[in-house]
């Protein structure tokens, strides 16, 4: 008979596992009992400034129109104002704002003008923490887009599509191309190869990788605590409901002008947006990873939004020239994300670990690169960071740093609760108090 060592390496070989303190004798060897995640989700465009910012100072803060659907979580985060992009600003480059903020938001280094393959940015500040603690989850980090990965082309004045269509960067030269697909978000997550023929075989056949691990499955949760068993009952019944979203997507998959839709991605944007917040929540959950980044569009997209009544391309609204049905429509899709993001931030706070849930051991910095999109301005930029920080974030304010300070500031300050070690990050000039 196989030790409970032998065993539970054996089923964590098939599928991740929420982390079970009794099972593990308290924690994961070699690793906290509630470890700490960061998470950067993307927002691209610009807001409607007037009617995303909110008013007022400190804890007495009220929301905002656009922010409202958040008012609920008013103690799970705060609102940061007065961070900057410098390095998004043309500094003598001419044009390229939107290709220029999305290679500067996590590195604050100014990228090189080129639309060829001698692209040069900075590593960014996801990819100095996976190089530092990486090496503790199955996936040192995870990179994830609801746009198809690019890196080459000419896409903004110049500038080449790998600016554009990447948050993380490896190296001064080499992004980290994000999954858009959530089928192969999955497969990586579960330790699976989309390649090989067995996973092909049980694709195929529609069947749930937690099939594989159905007898040993029960022989745990016979082993398990009362709680422990109603963890790995919640996580299974989690896993089961995104698989089958998954499947139901390709079942159903649709196919765009000039573009083949991937297996595994849902028809609508909604939906491919809540399925990436739901492979990022397991991801989460599992420990198969602590560090993503989720780019909900490029910036630039000229996606449009029918289910919030909106018919326009988005970049287009963004340049508003102060035309007050544009800025309406613009509300309404600053108020869509900050709904989904609610979504994706009341499930994090619904699944309980330790002693609080998987929100209070989190960090999740939404926000963009541009603040007004008609002026493609990168100062005084739209940031939410969510989560307790394990208990070192002061949640439930307004936080208004002085104008200018770099944005990299608050990569460094996350960083060091990160356990990570960051002297600079680009143009940082210290650490903020959040």
Not at 132 to 147: K, M
Not at 201 to 224: M, Q, T, W, Y
Request: glycine letters at 8%; charged letters at 25%.
């Amino acid at each position: 008979m196989h030790s409970r060592r032998t065993f539970l390496r054996s089923l964590a070989s098939t599928i991740a596992l929420p982390m079970l303190e009794p099972l593990y004798g308290g924690a994961k060897p070699g690793i906290a009992a509630n470890p700490l995640r960061l998470a950067y989700v993307y927002l691209p465009n610009g807001v409607n400034t007037k009617l995303w910012f909110p008013e007022g100072r400190g804890k007495s803060f009220k929301f905002s129109s656009s922010l409202e659907p958040l008012q609920e979580l008013r103690d799970d985060l705060q609102i940061i104002t007065g961070l900057t992009l410098d390095k998004a600003r043309a500094n003598g480059d001419g044009a390229g704002d939107h290709a220029r903020a999305n290679a500067t938001f996590l590195t604050g280094c100014q990228p090189k003008k080129t639309a060829g393959a001698d692209v040069r940015s900075g590593i960014s500040a996801d990819q100095i923490a996976a190089q530092q603690i990486g090496r503790l989850t199955r996936l040192p980090s995870l990179e994830l887009s609801t746009d198809e990965a690019r890196r080459s082309g000419n896409c903004d004045s110049g500038y080449s599509c790998a600016y554009q269509y990447n948050l993380a960067w490896r190296s001064d030269t080499t992004p980290a191309p994000p999954m858009r697909d959530p089928r192969a978000v999955f497969e990586a997550l579960f330790g699976t190869n989309p390649q090989d023929a067995a996973t092909q075989n049980r694709i195929a056949r529609k069947k749930s990788v937690l099939d594989f691990v159905l007898n040993d499955a029960k022989r745990l949760e016979s082993r398990a605590t009362g709680a422990d068993r109603n963890k790995l009952d919640e996580y299974f019944t989690a896993v089961r409901e995104v698989e089958k979203r998954i499947e139901n997507a390709e079942h159903h998959r649709i196919e765009v002008p000039e573009i083949d839709v991937p297996n595994g991605v849902p028809a609508t944007y909604a939906e491919h947006i809540r399925t990436m917040y739901d492979m990022l929540h397991l991801a989460f959950q599992t420990d198969s990873t602590r560090i993503a980044t989720f780019l909900l569009a490029h910036d630039g997209s000229n996606r449009t939004f029918p289910d919030v009544g909106v018919n326009e391309a988005h970049h287009n609204l963004s340049h508003h020239q102060r035309d007050a049905r544009k800025l309406a429509q613009i509300a309404k899709i600053d108020r869509f994300y900050a709904t989904e993001l609610k979504r994706f931030l009341d499930k994090m706070k619904a699944t309980k670990e330790g002693a609080g849930n998987l929100l209070d051991h989190s960090m999740i910095v939404f926000g963009g690169g541009i603040s007004d999109g008609d002026r493609h301005n990168h100062d005084n930029l739209p940031i939410i960071l969510a989560g307790g920080g394990g208990g070192s974030l002061e949640r439930g304010r307004l936080n208004q740093v002085p104008n200018e300070t770099p944005l990299t500031n608050l990569h460094l300050a996350l960083l060091e609760r990160m356990n990570v070690k960051a002297e600079r990050i680009g143009d940082s000039t210290g650490k903020i108090n959040i």
